[in-house]
């Protein structure tokens, strides 16, 4: 749940974003300068990688080991469309900018290639400015993210543990009595998503909850003949409604306490950051319970004594966020003034990526070739002042692992029903997930 996981929206959105005033050092989006800033830049002309369509996508960590070598810990790279932008690869230099807020802003209105951005460019809707904390800077920020956090720390954890066994419960009895699932679709991502609704206030399970975590799936990872630009519409509607529910009822979840909050957050302030809550915890959440349970029924570490229970899971998952995190790279950060990173010359404006699974291996901290699964000082929840707020990786972690101990112990002879190496990730460098999980097991009767 956090800032560095959740794309702004997939609301139609113009391709130069709404002006705003800067430091005189900083050349606001679609000026002269900014254009000028960014139009000569030899490293982007010679020797940049495109980030799409490419080979890697089933393997990324040959992507980053190559980059790495060509180019060291900051990379040139293209983004859809040609765009040029800075991929950080090394956990130093991505520590570097991920907390220095001042240096390497939030605010995407400061990129200076808004005149060459498409009205209908594919990763608008993570880039586009919106007015949520995701985009917020300084005490704006500190602001919007406070009540964030100060409503998701009273969240109850073990009535979270139970809810959430419950709606695996309910999941896994559509399935249990076939011997055979796909459980992105029919677990992971449903249950993620009626968790995270449930902590904002909507009970799980009924048609206007299920009407709400279609809509959100769609929003955020529309399959072909969905219609993404009006279930996001959707999705703010159904969101606004339930503030207005909650202004006249309150509850005990996060709706309610963001509402009564002494820093007295506009209606539609809620909306949009709610909105950010929720589709943080869907996908990445997802995705990690999905990865997790891959290593689990893979690796034989795993595999010999996945039946041990927690211990073997909470390894997993530790794992996962280390070798396969959920969320690769993130765009991004917005440089406030010409500076130097890795020893690359960044222009005012330019756009930094956050590699996040590249800092994760990079060699410089693993010198071994191998990656420190025991410990968390993993980059997966980004770092400094837009990571995730301190509550939500424990919930995620809450909801991941009642989602693997669950399925575990209803269906104890879980295995895979295609070979390990058969699996095939979704084709995006952007999030780190399968594009399905069939198993099969013992058929069970009530």
């Not at 907390?99 to 586009?128: E, K, T």
């Not at 904390?133 to 409503?151: D, P, S, W, Y």
């Not at 991502?189 to 009970?203: E, K, S, T």
Request: proline share 7%; with cysteine.
């Amino acid at each position: 749940m956090t800032d560095a996981h959740a794309p702004s929206s997939h609301a139609p959105a113009a391709n130069t974003p709404p002006a705003q005033t800067f430091p005189a050092d900083d050349p606001s989006p679609g000026s002269p300068s900014a254009h000028a800033a960014a139009a000569g830049c030899p490293a982007h002309q010679s020797s940049a990688i495109e980030l799409s369509g490419l080979e890697y996508q089933q393997s990324p960590s040959d992507l980053y080991r190559s980059l790495r070598k060509d180019h060291g810990a900051v990379a040139p790279v293209l983004l859809e469309g040609g765009i040029p932008a800075w991929l950080v690869l090394g956990y130093p230099e991505l520590k570097a900018v991920t907390d220095n807020d001042a240096l390497f802003a939030r605010d995407s209105r400061r990129w200076n290639q808004w005149p060459h951005i498409p009205a209908d460019w594919a990763l608008l809707p993570f880039v586009g400015y919106q007015p949520s904390v995701l985009f917020a800077e300084g005490a704006e920020h500190q602001r919007r993210a406070g009540v964030i956090t100060n409503a998701l720390q009273q969240v109850d954890q073990f009535e979270l543990s139970q809810e959430c066994r419950d709606i695996a419960g309910t999941l896994i009895d559509t399935f249990a009595g076939g011997g055979g699932a796909e459980l992105m679709t029919e677990y992971t991502h449903p249950l993620a998503m009626r968790a995270a609704v449930h902590m904002c206030g909507m009970p799980s399970g009924t048609a206007d909850t299920d009407q709400l975590v279609e809509d959100l799936r769609i929003s955020l990872d529309a399959a072909e003949g969905d219609d993404p630009a009006s279930a996001y519409v959707r999705v703010g509607e159904r969101v606004h409604r339930l503030v207005q529910e909650k202004k006249e009822q309150p509850g005990d979840d996060v709706t309610s306490r963001m509402l009564a909050h002494p820093a007295g957050l506009r209606d539609e302030e809620i909306v949009q950051d709610l909105i950010s809550v929720i589709a943080a915890a869907q996908q990445p959440t997802a995705n990690w319970i999905c990865n997790s349970l891959r290593l689990l029924l893979t690796d034989e570490r795993f595999a010999l004594n996945v039946s041990g229970g927690r211990l073997s899971v909470d390894q997993a998952l530790n794992e996962v966020l280390w070798r396969d995190t959920p969320t690769q790279n993130f765009i991004g950060r917005w440089a406030t003034r010409d500076t130097t990173l890795g020893g690359r010359q960044i222009r005012s404006g330019d756009c930094v990526v956050l590699g996040l699974a590249a800092a994760n291996s990079d060699p410089e901290i693993w010198p071994e070739g191998h990656v420190g699964a025991e410990n968390a000082a993993h980059l997966s929840f980004s770092s400094g002042e837009h990571r995730c707020p301190y509550p939500a990786p424990l919930l995620a972690d809450l909801i991941a692992r009642t989602a693997l101990e669950t399925l575990l112990e209803r269906l104890p002879d879980l295995m895979l029903s295609v070979p390990g190496d058969q699996l095939t990730w979704r084709d995006s460098i952007w999030m780190r997930g399968l594009s399905a999980m069939p198993v099969q097991f013992t058929p069970m009767t009530r």
